[in-house]
């Protein structure tokens, strides 16, 4: 069974970091919800408001 590419995937609004990928702030709701359930789907870290996590140490 293959999988779809989702449709953020070669968005403007799709931002692609090193092990990282988020959308802009102004992207449509729409495509935010998109990429929110395929995070999950997928079991990908997803950090609300673009914020970064500081290590434990």
Do not use: G, Q
């Amino acid at each position: 069974m293959s999988k779809t590419v989702p449709s953020f995937w070669e968005s403007e609004y799709l931002i692609k970091e090193d092990f990282n990928m988020r959308l802009r702030d102004d992207a449509p709701e729409e495509l935010k919800e998109e990429f929110k359930k395929w995070m999950e789907e997928n079991d990908c870290l997803c950090l609300e408001n673009n914020e970064k996590k500081e290590s434990n140490r």
